[in-house]
T-cell receptor, first 116, second 113 residues
């Protein structure tokens, strides 16, 4: 199947700093990518839908200014957690679908963010 | 709206036991249904899928049938292995809503030797 690579796999940062997470589709083009957050022992919560060349669509309750999403190309979307706080510590997962395909989404391996 | 409900875990079984993880859904349109598996510290991997009513998805001994009449997509395996220990997520994808995925809460499976 298609491969989605997420980087870094884990990151520790100080409170108040910003962290960027990358999501790349390695062997296909993805018009749309999705960003999820997963709390311990819980399901995935969709944060936003990232569309190539346009603004991301955020789910209700997700702060746009805190979680900046950029989808500059058909193979790369980035999530930047700005002014991180300990409560932002979580597992972040991206997924991508091939452009025009009504098939399953492929998921990255996730990024474990710890804010100290 | 769209939602997925799956049985709470954890589910603990002995090796070679029969597995069923229940999943029901509500949807406004005609969704596709999926089971994903997550191993510790990793992302999600597609296990199987079904795109229309009465379709059966199968992979690695796991099966699930898309039942429109009962709005269900229960996951089954005849004989589990220790290596099947993971968290299983049922999900639906709504093609009328930007193909967003809606996930169930996940069910942790522990298989003991």
């Amino acid at each position: 199947g298609a491969v989605v690579s997420q980087h870094p796999s884990w990151v520790i940062c100080k409170s108040g700093t910003s962290v960027k997470i990358e999501c790349r589709s390695l062997d296909f083009q993805a018009t749309t990518m999705f960003w999820y957050r997963q709390f311990p022992k819980q399901s995935l919560m969709l944060m936003a839908t990232s569309n190539e060349g346009s603004k991301a669509t955020y789910e209700q309750g997700v702060e746009k200014d805190k979680f900046l999403i950029n989808h500059a190309s058909l193979t790369l979307s980035t999530l930047t957690v700005t002014s991180a706080h300990p409560e932002d510590s979580s597992f972040y997962i991206c997924s991508a679908r091939e452009s025009g395909a009504l098939t399953e989404a492929f998921f990255g391996q996730g990024t474990r963010l710890t804010v100290v | 709206g769209n939602s997925v409900t799956q049985m709470e875990g954890p589910v603990t079984l002995s090796e070679e036991a029969f597995l069923t993880i229940n999943c029901t859904y509500t949807a406004t349109g005609y969704p596709s249904l999926f089971w994903y598996v997550q191993y510790p510290g990793e992302g999600l991997q597609l296990l199987l899928k079904a795109t229309k009513a009465d379709d059966k998805g199968s992979n690695k001994g796991f099966e699930a049938t898309y039942r429109k009449e009962t709005t269900s997509f229960h996951l089954e395996k005849g004989s589990v292995q220790v290596s099947d220990s993971a968290v299983y997520f049922c999900a639906l994808s709504d093609r009328n809503n930007f193909n967003k995925f809606y996930f169930g809460s996940g069910t942790k499976l522990n298989v003991k030797p």
